[in-house]
């Protein structure tokens, strides 16, 4: 049973082109993380949101985490071929540092 | 955050063999981690490394498989034994340092494991 539905599985768009990835859940997590990985290497951290509502910005990225703290999205704004990658939401369940990723989203910006 | 240093990065396998995966981190952390990403696939966790006891694994994977050793805060191995090309995947060790918000779990660079 996958825990963390995540949408869109795959995603390719123009440069400067906006977009929105999500992660779905019918369970609460205690802190939910989004990483970016790229061939051949490990997941790179980008943001772990810890509070139901909050929304953290990173330059041109944007995540929230619902209210109920089921929900993430991570929203690009002006894609740039850099930002070309697999990107990953992850849930942790209380303080076990376990998580349960969603299936990734593969991201491909076109110039 | 946490530097984490995994040996080896890549390796070419035969079949039947037994590879073991080294993991440090450059700081003393509780909590450290394996997980597997099969190739286009996301990340599965393999077992919890506990120091000092025998580790905790998830629902589909066994010791005899994937022995793990956690000798102390900052080091830990991961072993793949008698390896089928459907261990092919990339292993991971991840971390939580202490004091990262909400359990923050950092990744090392992996190790890239094909078997043939």
């Known amino acids: 049973t996958q825990l963390l539905e995540q949408s869109p599985q795959f995603l390719s768009i123009q440069e400067g082109e906006n977009l929105t990835v999500y992660c779905n859940s019918s369970?609460?997590?205690?802190?939910l993380q989004w990483y970016r990985q790229e061939p051949g290497e490990g997941p790179v951290l980008l943001v772990t949101v810890v509070t139901g509502g909050e929304v953290k910005k990173l330059k041109r990225l944007t995540f929230q985490f619902g209210d109920a703290r089921k929900d993430s999205s991570l929203h690009i704004t002006a894609a740039q071929p850099g930002d070309t990658g697999l990107y990953l939401c992850a849930g942790a369940r209380g303080n076990t540092g376990k998580l349960i990723f969603g299936q990734g989203t593969t991201l491909q910006v076109k110039p | 955050s946490a530097v984490i240093s995994q040996k080896p990065s890549r390796d070419i396998c035969q079949r039947g063999t037994s590879l073991t995966i080294q993991c440090q981190v450059d700081s003393q952390v509780t909590m450290m981690f394996w997980y597997r990403q099969q190739p286009g696939q996301s990340l599965t966790l393999i077992a919890t490394?506990?120091?000092?006891?025998?580790?905790?694994?998830e629902s589909g994977f066994v010791i005899d498989k994937f022995p793990i050793s956690r000798p102390n805060l900052t080091f830990s191995t991961l072993t793949v034994s008698n390896m089928s090309p459907e261990d092919s995947s990339i292993y991971l060790c991840s971390v939580a340092p202490p004091g990262g918000p909400g359990n923050t779990i950092y990744f090392g660079e992996g190790s890239w494991l094909t078997v043939v």
């Open positions: 490394a506990n120091q000092g006891s025998e580790a905790t694994y």
């Open positions: 369970s609460v997590f205690s802190s």
